[in-house]
C-alpha cells in the first residue's frame, strides 16, 4: 500500500495546532519559545504579538524579563536572520546554522572587504573586547579600525558577527524599552558553552523537533526554516512516517505517533505576527498562504508583513498603527484584508484586534481599523 494521502486542509489544520494557533496554550514564554525553536525577532518586538495570539494570559512583560535574566536571548541563527529563543536551544543551533552564516558572508557585500584577511586575530581581538563589556557596532568598528587602519573596519565588524555568536543584549527586544543594539559573546551573556560542531549528535532531536512544530514535513521545509543543505539523509535516516502530499505527490514525513488534525476542524481568528515563522518555515507554503498572495504579504527584500487567518488561512494583514501612540492616548491596529470580510470574521477580527490592543498598550484607548481590500 502507499502512503496515505493529505489534503492541504489537514495539513493547515495540523499546523496551526502545533503552533499553538487553533486554541491558546495555557503555558509561558519560555515553554512556547522551546516548542516553536524560536521566534523570527528581524524586528525586535515581532515575538510579542506571535506569543500573545498563541497563549493564554500572555504578559507583555514576561519575555522582556526572561531576555534580561539570560533565560532567553536574540541572535542570528535561522536563514542567518535574528530570533528569540532560549539560551539552551541558542548553544545548539548557532553551531548547526553557522555553515549558512559562513556561505552568507561569501556572497555578502562585505566579502571583497575580507580577502586576503586573517580572521583568527580579529575574532580573538573580538571575544576579548566583548568579555570586558558588551558593545555597540560602532565601538567595534572603530576598535578593528585603530587595530587595522588599513582594513575595512565595517567588513571585520560583519565577521565577527558571523563568527562569534554575538547576543543583542536588553534593553534591546525588551517590550516598551528603547535601545539600539550592544553585542556580548553568547558564551560568556549565559555562562555555557556551545555545542560541538555543526553536525553534532543532537541533529536527530533537531530533526523531530521541527517536525513536531511544523510537519509533517519535507526536508525542503525544514531547509527552508533553517537554511540547512542536504538534510534528507537526516529524515530518512530516522525511524518516521511518511505521507503523500495531495497537491503535488511530496513525499511528507512526520513523527511516529504525531496526530493529524481534522480538516474540518473550525478555526478562530487570529493574529499573527510579521516574520512570524509560521509563513516561513515552508518551501511549499500553500498550507497557510495562497501562491497568489505571496507578494502581498512577503516584500522582494524580505519584510513579513502581519498576517490575519481567516478560516486558517492568510486572508491579510494587519499592524499597529505607528502613527497613533501614547501621545495621543490611543492605540489602533490596521487590518487589510484581501478580499470583503464576511460579517462574522469582521467581527472577530474587531474583537481579536481589541484585546490584542488591551493587553500591548493598557491605559490607552482603543482602535481596530479595517481598510478598503489590498489589490493584487
Known amino acids: 500500500m502507499g502512503n496515505p494521502v493529505l489534503d492541504v486542509r489537514t495539513l493547515n489544520r495540523t499546523l496551526l495546532e502545533r503552533q499553538m494557533l487553533l486554541r491558546r496554550a495555557a503555558t509561558d514564554s519560555q515553554t512556547a519559545v522551546t516548542r516553536l525553536m524560536g521566534l523570527q525577532s528581524q524586528v525586535p518586538t515581532s515575538p510579542y504579538a506571535g506569543l500573545w495570539t498563541r ?37 545548539q543551533l548557532r553551531p548547526w546554522v553557522q555553515p549558512v552564516l559562513d556561505r552568507g558572508l561569501r556572497s555578502s557585500p562585505w566579502a571583497p572587504g575580507l580577502s586576503g584577511v586573517d580572521l583568527a586575530p580579529v575574532l580573538a581581538l573580538g571575544r576579548e573586547l566583548l568579555r570586558e563589556q558588551p558593545m555597540t557596532p560602532g565601538e567595534l568598528r572603530a576598535a578593528f579600525a585603530a587595530r587595522w587602519p588599513d582594513a575595512d573596519a565595517e567588513a571585520l565588524a560583519q565577521a565577527l558577527r558571523v563568527g562569534v555568536p554575538l547576543v543583542q543584549v536588553p534593553p534591546r527586544g525588551v517590550w516598551g524599552a528603547s535601545g539600539g543594539v550592544r553585542y556580548a559573546a553568547l558564551e560568556d551573556w549565559v555562562g555555557r558553552p ?40 537526516a529524515f530518512t535516516a530516522l525511524d518516521l512516517r511518511t505521507y503523500t502530499s495531495a497537491d503535488d505527490g511530496r513525499v511528507l514525513y512526520d513523527l511516529p505517533d504525531a496526530v493529524l488534525t481534522d480538516a474540518a476542524t473550525e478555526v478562530p481568528a487570529r493574529f499573527v505576527a510579521d516574520f512570524d515563522n509560521l509563513l516561513l518555515s515552508h518551501a511549499d507554503r500553500t498550507r497557510i498562504l495562497a501562491p497568489a498572495d505571496k507578494t502581498r504579504v512577503i516584500s522582494v527584500n524580505g519584510l513579513v508583513s502581519g498576517t490575519i487567518l481567516v478560516d486558517g488561512f492568510v486572508g491579510g494583514t494587519w499592524q499597529f498603527d505607528r502613527k497613533t501612540g501614547a501621545a495621543q492616548g490611543r492605540a489602533a491596529v490596521v487590518v487589510r484584508p484581501f478580499a470583503p470580510l464576511a460579517p462574522a470574521d469582521r467581527d472577530a477580527l474587531e474583537a481579536e484586534g481589541a484585546r490584542l490592543l488591551a493587553a500591548a498598550h493598557p491605559g490607552l484607548g482603543h482602535d481596530v481599523r479595517f481598510a478598503a481590500p489590498a489589490e493584487r
Open 55 to 91: 497563549l493564554e494570559d500572555f504578559d507583555f512583560a514576561e519575555p522582556g524579563e526572561l531576555l534580561t535574566k539570560r533565560t532567553l536571548v536574540r541572535l542570528v541563527t535561522m536563514r542567518g536572520t535574528v530570533h528569540l529563543m532560549t539560551a539552551a536551544d541558542a548553544l
Open 194 to 233: 556551545l555545542a560541538e560542531g555543526p553536525d553534532g549528535p543532537f541533529v536527530p532531536d533537531l530533526v523531530r523537533r521541527y517536525l513536531a512544530a511544523f510537519g509533517p514535513a519535507t526536508p525542503a521545509d525544514m531547509q527552508k526554516w533553517s537554511g540547512r543543505t542536504g538534510l534528507k539523509k
